[in-house]
């Protein structure tokens, strides 16, 4: 236990845009435990949602998460129609996977340039927030917001998508589809990155399984599941994609399945825009019988799951929500001890964490010194960067 | 292996240690147990059949406080949703299983705080989303604690 | 006008801070600074820390956990400082007022200067009350802007769609 100091991080800190308060047990420079307060974000939502009617419910869900503003609202209405059977019309369906296949591009390609500022590329950060901005117009083409859609509700969807729009979508993702080739080329090719990213923070497949990880961290271990071809809802069932997965289980294979994953959403999209035809959005159910049902769908972080028990009066009895950090962020234990103070913030960046998502904190149960501030940490992420990347110019 | 040989299966291994088994669809299981025999199906299904843990949820009811502990079988396409019905709401006890899973870590840290449920044999019940002066004894998510409604205007 | 207030208009160094949020309106502040919107150009930039910062920008509804730390926060902000209040969770709780976890609107908390509502605000209205907000220091006043009614201009044409 000698020279054991503690960092904390937190709760308002400039990696972050979220409070969280960490505390990091270090030896020397390497990471020997680490505690995570949460609660800073817990709203009580389960509990407000047993007050309200089941269509209010969906706009509270959605406030879950921004970044997830229709996965949460998409699993909400699967629970809720899966306590009867409720069928929803096909070109709702497509329209459900097409705006959940945009906000997997724009998560993923806001990961991308937060993870790009914390190794200290900033430029990656400013270009993947760039052409993020595309995705943002068609969302609000599509459904009149950029955040926060109000787009889904139960039985279907609340907005169509017009013919004239169509071809102003395809226009513009061809435009963030050329950045992405460029992104994927500047990114996976980089030596400095292959240096920086790879070996570190390893997840083991054997771990992944016994934390029920979820999302891209699982499936960069090597764990192949996706609920959008296990558990397929809305129109899965009828597009091809491939699910990519990776064995290493390090940082750089989290980076190489987000990126990759893109690519298969924009194929999706294109081919559900081609498949969809005319039809009602809304079938327009009166009430919802007594009983419980379980909404699982894949959330750009992974499986996000909804359960539901209903009486038979316009009010959950029980609102059960799981967001897929919940079960990510536990493994940010098993990843980040024995690795270096300078690794531990890029580490914790690729379980790319919701903590709004998942209303917690951590607290760390240590009454050491305070070795060094909040920015120092960001700092020496970027020095280990730039060190790196002097090793290679030399060479 | 479908929901069928599942239910199957639980009722071989299990005898009428299982209530009750309800197959809702193709996708949905709901199988109610004691709660003294959780761990054990716990190990059953996780460790032997290879499901997936996905989260516990506990529910107020009339009854008792239930907890039903949801796992995933990606391959088939169904959720088996194993329910715990604890009927002493005064002192309610259910043993951890954490030492099946380790994703269950954090749930039961969560259970035990917003419900006031005891898991024997967790060792680290600490609090997870409560700030740390919420009065004891005081359940957030128990039917018997009413949020008032307030006012905007006055606060 | 004086040389505090010059200066202070000049280029507002603003400290991030969220109450418990959903995330919503702390990426629409980071987005805000991105090459599109480019706050920057107002000389507006996000500091790491408090201590440095001329204005601090509140999110989300007043978690019970993160009421003290705002108080702190506020009181170790250099003064002249002022506070902007960003989305509806901070102006008034907004969906979550019935909630046990949320305790009031930030404006019971701190002195508020700026109300930017929304759910979340469009970079828009963003620049618009950062803007509004410089004249304001200018003219060496300091006082809560009721938040106007957006013109039919604001919108941009052809997407705006009606809920059905």
Known sequence: MSNRATIPIGPYHPLQEEPEFWKLIVEGEKVVDVDVRIGYNHRGIEKISEAKSFDQSIFIVERICGICSSSHPIACCEAIEDISGIEVPERARYIRTITQELERLHSHLLWLGLAGHFIGYNTVFMWAWKYREPICDIMETVTG???????????????????????????????????????????????????????????????????????????????????????????????????????????????????????????????????????????????????????????????????????????????????????????????????????????MAAIDPCYCCTERMIVVDGDDKELLKAQDLIRLSQEKTARIKERFNRA | MTADILIEKVHGRFGDRILKTEKRSAKRVYVDIYPKDIVDVTRFLFKDLGLRFNIASGVDDFDGLEILYHFSCDPSNFVVTVRALIKDKENPHIDTITTVTRAAWWIEREIHELFGVEFDGNRDLRPLLLPDDWPKGVYPLRKNFIVPKRDSRKT | MGLKETILSKSIYLFHVSSGSCNNCDIEIIDCLTPRFDLERFG???????????????????????????????????????????????????????????????????????????????????????????????????????????????FRRGTRKEAR
């Not at chain 1, 996976?188 to 790879?198: E, G, M, N, T």
């Not at chain 1, 959005?281 to 419980?292: Q, R, Y």
């Not at chain 3, 509806?88 to 908390?109: M, Q, V």
């Open chain 1, 145 to 347: 917001n950029r955040q926060n859609y109000g787009m889904h509700k139960v039985g279907g969807v609340r907005r169509d998508i017009e013919r004239e729009h169509v071809s102003y979508i395809l226009t513009r993702m061809d435009e963030v589809l050329k950045q992405l080739d460029m992104l994927k080329g500047a990114v996976l090719d980089d030596p400095v990155l292959h240096a920086r990213l790879k070996g570190v923070g390893v997840l083991t497949r054997e771990a992944a399984v016994d934390y029920a990880a979820l999302g891209p961290t699982a499936r960069a271990s090597g764990v192949d599941i996706d609920a959008r071809r296990d558990h397929p809802y809305a129109a899965y069932g009828d597009v091809r994609f491939n699910v990519i997965t990776q064995k290493e289980g390090d940082v750089f294979a989290k980076t190489v399945v987000r990126i990759l994953e893109m690519f298969e959403s924009a194929s999706i999209i294109r081919q559900c825009l081609d498949s969809m035809r005319e039809g009602p959005i809304d079938s327009n159910p009166k009430e919802i019988p007594p009983g419980e049902g379980i909404g699982v769908i894949e959330a750009p972080r992974g499986e996000c799951f909804h359960y539901v028990k209903c009486d038979g009066t316009n009010s959950p009895v029980r609102h059960k929500i799981r967001a897929p950090t919940y079960m990510n962020f536990p493994t940010f234990r098993e990843t980040v001890i024995g690795e270096t103070v300078s690794d531990a913030t890029i580490i």
């Open chain 3, 44 to 154: 507006i930039v996000l500091v790491g820390s408090i201590k440095h910062a001329d204005a601090m920008v509140c999110t989300g509804s007043a978690n019970r956990l993160s009421v003290p730390l705002i108080k702190k926060l506020y009181e170790m902000m250099p003064k002249p400082g002022f506070v902007i209040v960003w989305g509806a969770c901070g102006s008034s709780r907004g969906l979550f007022k019935d909630s046990y976890n949320t305790t009031a609107p930030l404006d019971e908390i701190i002195p508020v200067d700026a109300y930017i509502p929304g759910c979340p605000p469009k970079p828009e209205a963003v620049i618009a009350a950062i803007v509004k907000l410089k004249e304001k220091i200018r003219c060496g006043a300091s006082l809560k802007l009721k938040p106007e009614a957006p013109s039919p201009g604001d």
